[in-house]
């Protein structure tokens, strides 16, 4: 089963990401990559997050199966890859969370679990950053980033 989750209760990305602010199309759009990128690599989940002062919201959320990941949940952004992603403590890409002291030591990584995770910053066009474009895996991966980046 998969499941897909747009946000509708809470901005739409479209009016962070184009002029025209009430194009839902470009939402369904952005999932659909999302859910295009997250079965590429065989992650289990896949969202776009939104970072809010210190909270990170999930605005879309693709994934393989029911799970702890849900449209308009939030969590605190100092807690999460994202924001170390973001400011350069963790890497893009992490194909194995528990040899990444930095990852590892994240109570997420045990809790979801974190086996692989990659992350890319959504940065607009004033340099601001919106929130990130995200995919994990409980277990880690092993194809080679050329792979992944193909």
Do not use: K, N
Not at 113 to 130: E, M, N, R
């Amino acid at each position: 089963m998969r499941v897909v989750e747009v946000d509708a209760a809470g901005p739409a990305l479209a009016s962070v990401l184009v002029a025209d602010a009430g194009d839902r199309d470009t939402d369904r759009a952005l999932c659909g990559i999302l859910r295009a990128v997250r079965a590429h690599l065989g992650m289990e989940v896949g969202f776009v997050s939104e970072f809010t002062g210190t909270r990170r919201i999930f605005r879309c959320v693709d994934a393989v199966g029911p799970g702890p990941v849900h449209v308009g949940r939030s969590d605190p952004l100092e807690e999460t890859y994202c924001q170390r992603v973001v400011d350069g403590r963790l890497p893009q890409l992490i194909r194995d969370a528990g040899t990444v002291p930095a990852a590892a030591e994240l109570p997420v990584t045990a809790a979801l679990p974190v086996g692989a995770h990659l992350s890319v910053p959504i940065v607009l066009s004033d340099g601001s950053v919106y929130g990130t474009f995200c995919c994990l895996a409980p277990s880690p991966i092993t194809p080679s980033p050329s792979a992944i980046w193909r």
